[in-house]
């Protein structure tokens, strides 16, 4: 592990002790997603319930800035000026960095046309379908790990050639079983285990914010 990745690992675990169980897996999923994104990749992110908004909240963190301004750089700044003067000023004071992420339960039209019209349970795994490509990332999270939708997903993801990262309880489950990495918290209630998933996604999301946009 590099040490920036050493430091807010260090950090999350000196506050959620409990994690320092997982601290292999977080660096690995770290490692998933940073060659991801540097490689040009997105990631797409699916859960149901709590798992849902946590999904809605990882994109969020992703796409704008999170700690830190994430400015465009001069040559995107100067092109949004060129474009249009008053248009590009404004755009390249506001915009944000991003690292692009999808919360595959954010599209309530096509999620209940293909529910409606298809598989129900098939809903994510549409949508890797239409989204994914070789060299992208799927995120499932699901406290027990066997929630069917999600494991849909993660085999259409892996058909796809993506990478399958997990996000669950301290349980063995199928999710963990499909997963190229799983972050298995050691908690086995539903709400216990959705207290921990918050830090450990935000310990990601600063480790890839300062690697992308530590300028």
Known sequence: MDNAVIKHIEHLTERYPVLSECRQTISDTYKCMEECFRS????????NGGSAADAEHIAGELMKGFVKARKPDKAYADALRGVNAEFGAVLAENLQGALPTIALDGHVALSTAYMNDCEPLLCFAQQVNGYGKQGDVFLGISTSGNSMNVLYAAVAARAKGMKVIGLTGMKESRLSQLSDVCIRVPET???KIQELHLPVYHCLCLMLEERFFDN
Do not use: P
């Open 40 to 47: 040009g990749g997105k990631l797409l992110v699916a859960g």
């Open 189 to 191: 209630e539903t709400y």
